[in-house]
């Protein structure tokens, strides 16, 4: 391996450091708002509540379907 080569295993690692950083105060708001909802309101209407929000579709899969996935605030 050259010098100047990043094996994976760190790549992966930084991949993974960089992501969980948190860009959008607003959608973090928005999810966290219908994570709470769904003991009251159900899965289908936090899930409506995040589309009429414009919550990209990939973030509200991940958080409502995926709960082990959601980021850390």
Known sequence: MMM???PDVTRDA???ASRK???DGRTRDLV???VASI???GLQRAAEFLATMNVPAEVAVRVLVYP???RAN
Do not use: F, G, V
């Open 4 to 6: 100047n080569e990043t």
């Open 14 to 16: 930084d991949t993974q």
């Open 21 to 23: 950083q948190r860009k």
């Open 32 to 34: 966290n708002q219908a």
């Open 39 to 41: 003991p009251t309101l």
């Open 68 to 70: 082990n996935r959601r």
